[in-house]
Structures are given as structure tokens and as C-alpha cells.
């Protein structure tokens, strides 16, 4: 069974960084496409950024100049650098990927979530 299993999340002030991390296990082919997405109490869940085969990235307006995402694909690995945190970017991260697996069909998997929290 495919897993994502997050990393890195905790308190950190105003101002500061913090670094996320996923890693995905199981049956995997290929891993597609991964992300990061969060949810803010009270809030809907949205996208954070993506990254893809070949390294394309997309960012959320929010995030875009602080949070850098990246991809280990040795290690079916993917980073989240975040900079320059403000108290709005608190929320649980979710990892999300886009898996093929030995059946060779693809599919969308979660993590369980990560808290972030940034203080004021």
C-alpha cells in the first residue's frame, strides 16, 4: 500500500523558516506529480505548491517568493523550504501525490498532515 508520511512541522515565529518533508513507499512505478497542500482552521483546503516530472513548479500567490519546493526522486522525497513565515501561513500541510502503481494505473495520495504554526 502506497504511504506519505510528512515531516518537520512545529512552531516557529514570525519571520522564521521552516522546512517540510514527505516521503512516499509502497508499490510505486512512478511517481507522477507531488505537493503541498493546507488547511487553516476554518478554511478550505488549497494548494501550496506542486512540483512535477521534469521539475516544473507552481506556487500559490501566497507563498510564491518565501516557499521553495523541491523533489529527491531517489529517494520519492519531496521539500518544502519555507521562509519568511507569517502568522497566516498556519495551518496542517498536506503531501499529495499522483502515483502510478504495479497495476499501472494512477492515483491521488494523502499524507496525514503536518502542523505548522506561526507566532506572532
Known amino acids: 500500500q502506497v504511504q506519505l508520511v510528512e515531516s518537520g512541522g512545529g512552531l516557529v515565529q514570525s519571520g522564521g523558516s521552516l522546512g517540510l518533508s514527505c516521503a512516499a513507499s509502497g508499490p510505486i512505478v512512478r511517481i507522477n506529480a507531488m505537493g503541498w497542500y493546507r488547511q487553516a482552521p476554518g478554511k478550505q483546503r488549497e494548494l501550496v505548491a506542486t512540483i512535477i516530472n521534469g521539475g516544473s513548479t507552481n506556487y500559490a500567490d501566497s507563498v510564491k517568493g518565501r516557499f521553495t519546493i523541491s523533489r529527491d526522486n531517489a529517494k520519492n522525497t519531496v521539500l518544502l523550504q519555507m521562509n519568511s513565515l507569517k502568522p497566516d501561513d498556519t495551518a496542517v500541510y498536506y503531501c499529495?501525490?499522483?502515483?502510478?502503481?504495479?497495476?499501472?494505473?494512477?492515483?491521488?495520495?494523502w499524507g496525514k498532515g503536518t502542523l505548522v504554526t506561526v507566532s506572532s
Open positions: 499529495n501525490a499522483d502515483i502510478t502503481g504495479f497495476d499501472f494505473r494512477g492515483m491521488a495520495y
